[in-house]
């Protein structure tokens, strides 16, 4: 009997853990800033000396992310995309970065952005090419890995241009092994559902949650509100069907935040920013940290917005219920009062029809059943807190394409104070 015990112990311990990547990174949802949306391939550094895709564009990003307070709110990872590297190998068949572009190469970038406190994000593709031509990986993975560990990345964005999407679930894994030899942590943001998602492809989610940190299930993301709507209109449509594979260590990837660019108003913003806090999305930034506006650098640190985004819990909210083109969203959140969660709630307009009509949701119809109902914190708003009881609603007028987000936390009578921790040890035998 005991012997019995014994192997069913070991055997969970040998194979009941692998159900998902397990290199302790990715605990909240990565939170940074990548120079794609922004930056995109911009390689003329005569015309362009202070936007090229350059050393010098993320030495800058870096100084940013720390002087006006980005990474203290937790965005962490500087992340260099496509257009980085040389369009020949060595050689000996190493990458080698722009000589020109990159004069120091890539490990002297990293060690400058880890001299700031942060982490170092570089990207690959897994196929023949990179989307924008140059080198791919897919004859050289192992040697590739090796040389992004020895140049100390912490993230490595693999893409997937050019190649064969029939063989991405064994490729991308097959990358997976050789990162996870080098010994070095790296974050692992695979990109292979976003190239099997539009071609009705189902990609196996499962096979994605044992191998990869974060991934892009869906198109990439441009400077405008349609293309946020489109991507927020495509997760709706799947929601059920990816959102159980979605959880810490384990991310659905909307792609990047948008947030202080050309494209969004600032009630759009606000709306992209409260989204993807309740789709628990990686929190990416791509803008020029130059040049933020300070309503959107608002909307960017708010605290509580974070909070919600990375909250301990890791649970994925959803959309659960829309009255006249007012969409709801919610997320179960810390802290659990008296046995009832908490709740991030999200209140997006899609109407264009330039009027903020008022719109009610009952607390009954959205499942919030707190007895004693609930404090209400408006995220984005200060000084517009406000109660609900049990039996009342949530009453708003939205502006049209804007986003509204709520911090719900249940009320209690004095005499049953009572905070129940969820639980915080993971039991691994
Ligand atoms: C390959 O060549 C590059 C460029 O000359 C060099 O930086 C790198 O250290 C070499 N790699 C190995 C493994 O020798
Ligand atoms: C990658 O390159 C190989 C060898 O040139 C070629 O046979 C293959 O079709 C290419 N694959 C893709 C998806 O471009
Ligand atoms: C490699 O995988 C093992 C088993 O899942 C894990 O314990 C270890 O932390 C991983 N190492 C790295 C560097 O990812
Ligand atoms: C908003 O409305 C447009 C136009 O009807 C529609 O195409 C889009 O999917 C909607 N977006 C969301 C997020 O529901
Ligand atoms: C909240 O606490 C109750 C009572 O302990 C528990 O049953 C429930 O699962 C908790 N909910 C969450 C989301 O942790
Ligand atoms: C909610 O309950 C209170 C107290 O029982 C009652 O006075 C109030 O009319 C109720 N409100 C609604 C909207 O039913």
């Given at each position: 009997m005991k012997m019995l015990f014994l192997t069913i112990c070991l055997t969970f311990l040998l194979f009941g853990v692998s159900n998902t990547l397990d290199n302790g990174l990715a605990d909240a949802p990565p939170m940074g800033w990548m120079h794609w949306q922004r930056f995109r391939c911009v390689i003329d550094c005569e015309t362009y000396p202070d936007e090229c895709v350059s050393e010098q564009l993320f030495r800058n990003m870096a100084d940013l992310m720390v002087s006006e307070g980005y990474l203290e709110a937790g965005y962490e990872y500087i992340i260099v995309d496509d257009c980085w590297a040389s369009k020949k190998r060595a050689l000996n068949g190493s990458l080698v970065a722009d000589p020109v572009r990159f004069p120091n190469g890539i490990k002297a970038l990293a060690d400058y952005v880890h001299s700031k406190g942060l982490k170092f994000g570089l990207y690959g593709d897994y196929g023949n090419l990179t989307c924008a031509g140059y080198p791919g990986s897919i004859d050289h993975m192992e040697l590739d890995v090796n040389t992004f560990a020895a140049w100390g990345v912490d993230y490595i964005k693999l893409?997937?241009?050019?190649?064969?999407?029939?063989?991405?679930?064994?490729?991308?894994?097959?990358?997976?092994?050789?990162?996870?030899?080098?010994?070095?942590?790296?974050?692992?943001?695979?990109?292979?559902?976003?190239?099997?998602?539009?071609?009705?492809?189902?990609?196996?989610?499962?096979?994605?949650?044992?191998?990869?940190?974060?991934?892009?299930?869906?198109?990439d993301i441009d400077d405008s509100w349609e293309s946020v709507s489109s991507i927020v209109t495509w997760f709706v449509k799947n929601q059920d069907r990816i959102a159980p594979?979605?959880?810490?260590?384990?991310?659905?990837?909307?792609?990047?935040?948008?947030?202080?660019?050309?494209?969004?108003?600032?009630?759009?913003?606000?709306?992209?920013?409260?989204?993807?806090?309740?789709?628990?999305?990686?929190?990416?930034?791509?803008?020029?940290?130059?040049?933020?506006?300070?309503?959107?650098?608002?909307?960017?640190?708010?605290?509580?917005?974070?909070a919600i985004n990375q909250d301990y819990l890791g649970k994925i909210g959803k959309q659960v219920l829309v009255k006249k083109k007012v969409a709801v969203w919610t997320k179960?959140?810390?802290?659990?009062?008296?046995?009832?969660?908490?709740?991030?709630?999200?209140?997006?307009?899609?109407?264009?029809?330039?009027?903020?009509?008022?719109?009610?949701?009952?607390?009954?119809?959205?499942?919030?059943?707190?007895?004693?109902?609930?404090?209400?914190?408006?995220?984005?708003?200060?000084?517009?807190?406000?109660?609900?009881?049990?039996?009342?609603?949530?009453?708003?007028r939205i502006i049209p394409t804007g986003g509204v987000l709520l911090k719900l936390t249940p009320r209690m009578k004095y005499s049953e104070i009572q905070i129940i921790q969820s639980e915080i040890t993971v039991d691994k035998i």
């Open positions: 893409d997937g241009c050019y190649a064969d999407q029939e063989t991405m679930e064994q490729g991308y894994a097959e990358y997976g092994r050789y990162m996870n030899e080098t010994g070095r942590p790296m974050v692992y943001s695979c990109s292979w559902p976003a190239y099997q998602e539009p071609f009705n492809i189902k990609p196996n989610y499962h096979a994605l949650r044992k191998t990869c940190n974060l991934w892009r299930n869906w198109d594979f979605s959880g810490p260590g384990h991310w659905n990837d909307p792609d990047m935040l948008i947030i202080g660019n050309y494209g969004l108003t600032v009630p759009q913003a606000k709306a992209q920013m409260t989204i993807w806090s309740i789709m628990s999305a990686p929190l990416i930034m791509s803008n020029d940290l130059r040049a933020i506006d300070e309503e959107y650098k608002k909307i960017l640190l708010n605290r509580d917005a974070i179960v959140i810390m802290p659990n009062i008296s046995g009832h969660p908490s709740y991030a709630v999200g209140i997006v307009s899609n109407r264009t029809d330039g009027f903020a009509y008022k719109v009610d949701f009952p607390l009954k119809d959205l499942n919030l059943d707190a007895p004693h109902g609930y404090f209400v914190q408006n995220v984005f708003e200060d000084q517009a807190d406000f109660d609900i009881p049990s039996n009342g609603s949530i009453s708003m």
